[in-house]
């Protein structure tokens, strides 16, 4: 099992920038690849960015692209998510996840979930 506990989360101006946290227990993460997710009431799961297992390859969403970056400390078994010139439909609750499995177009069908953390970006 993995825990996964996601922090940084909070109120900011469009325009400002955010880092979110993920920090897991239980289990190295190591061997998953890691993702962050947002979703909006009504609205799917959306993968906005992912990482593989050594940090090698990365997936953006075309909606964050440029203005996202997603990073792991495998050895912290932390990853990050540095969201700048944050637009009001950034606006969601963030979830990070881990997935045994790497895709290139995002996490599939990822196999444990944190509780999510909520980013409100106002005009």
């Known amino acids: 099992q993995v825990q ?43 993968c906005v960015a992912a990482i593989s297992w050594s940090g090698g390859s990365t997936y953006y969403a075309v909606s964050v692209k440029g203005r996202f970056t997603i990073s792991r400390d495998n050895a912290e078994n932390t990853v990050f998510l540095q969201m700048t010139n944050l637009k009001t439909e ?11 499995a790497w895709n290139s177009l995002g996490l599939r069908s990822p196999h444990y979930w944190g509780q999510g953390t909520q980013v409100t970006v106002s005009s």
């Open 4 to 46: 996964l506990v996601e922090s940084g989360g909070g109120s900011v101006q469009a325009g400002g920038s955010l880092r979110l946290s993920c920090v897991a227990s239980g289990r190295t993460i190591s061997s998953f690849a890691m993702g962050w997710f947002r979703q909006v009431p009504g609205q799917e799961h959306e």
């Open 90 to 100: 950034d606006t969601a609750v963030y979830y990070c996840a881990a997935d045994r």
